[in-house]
């Protein structure tokens, strides 16, 4: 099992920058991908980016430029610092993970935060 929890999120003016981040825990050894998703109201769950173990990474056109995904295997950690921030950027953000190895198996599986609210207003 991996539990997911977010911080990081909140209000931030158009033009602003906020850095999100996710700290996974359980009993796993590597979890394969990594990455954050959104989902704004009246609309449908979106990547925004994901990230495998060896820092390989990929993100939704509209964020490219603008925001970056890491990781830190060591802490289990997975940030997304978001920068540029417009209004349609808001959207509740979640934190996303697959892939998980414990004792040398794999299991697979899909893993889920709670979400952190990220606003862009002025």
């Known amino acids: 099992q991996v539990q997911l929890v977010e911080s990081g999120g909140g209000l931030v003016q158009p033009g602003g920058s906020l850095r999100l981040s996710c700290a996974a825990s359980?009993?796993?050894?590597?979890?394969?991908?990594m990455g954050w998703y959104r989902q704004a109201p009246g609309r449908e769950r979106e990547l925004v980016a994901i990230?495998?173990?060896?820092?390989?990474?990929s993100s939704v056109d509209s964020v490219k430029g603008r925001f970056t995904i890491s990781r830190d295997n060591d802490k289990k950690m997975v940030y997304l610092q978001m920068r540029s921030l417009k209004p349609e950027d808001a959207a509740v953000y979640y934190c996303?993970?697959?892939?998980?190895?414990?004792?040398?198996?794999?299991?697979?599986?899909?893993?889920w935060g709670q979400g952190t609210q990220v606003t862009v207003s002025s």
């Open positions: 359980g009993s796993f050894s590597s979890i394969s991908f």
């Open positions: 996303y993970a697959a892939g998980v190895t414990s004792g040398g198996i794999y299991y697979g599986g899909d893993y």
């Open positions: 990230a495998n173990r060896t820092s390989g990474a």
